[in-house]
Nanobody
Framework: QVQLVESGGGLAQPGGSLKLSCTGSGFTSSRRVWHWFRQYEGKQREWVSSINLVGKSTYVDSVKGRFTMSKERGDDTVHLQMNNLKREDTAMYFC??????????????WGRGTQVTVSS
């Protein structure tokens, strides 16, 4: 059973930093695509960043230059280093993992989320 657990959320001041982590378990496939999403209160979840199969990371424009996504050796844990935080980064952050299924499609798995609040 695939499980994803996020951690590292909390309260930060504008201009401050937080580092989110997501650790996965219950899977063996070496092909893994990781993502971070965030959800503002009352809004739909939106994509923040991804690391693809070859390790290339991509970001939504609003976080480029401020957020860095990385993964640990072994590819069971990913991080989202968030610098120069802004009030508009306040949201619930979710980790998503996609694993290949037998028919060449991808199965998504989600964590429960970690709250990030940016406030002075």
């Amino acid at each position: 059973q695939v499980q994803l657990v996020e951690s590292g959320g909390g309260l930060a001041q504008p201009g401050g930093s937080l580092k989110l982590s997501c650790t996965g378990s219950g899977f063996t496939s070496s092909r893994r695509v990781w993502h971070w999403f965030r959800q503002y209160e009352g809004k739909q979840r939106e994509w923040v960043s991804s690391i693809n199969l070859v390790g290339k990371s991509t970001y939504v424009d609003s976080v480029k230059g401020r957020f860095t996504m990385s993964k640990e050796r072994g590819d069971d844990t990913v991080h989202l280093q968030m610098n120069n935080l802004k009030r508009e980064d306040t949201a619930m952050y979710f980790c998503k993992l996609e694993l290949p299924s037998g028919d060449s499609s991808w199965i998504p798995y989600w964590g429960r989320g970690t709250q990030v609040t940016v406030s002075s």
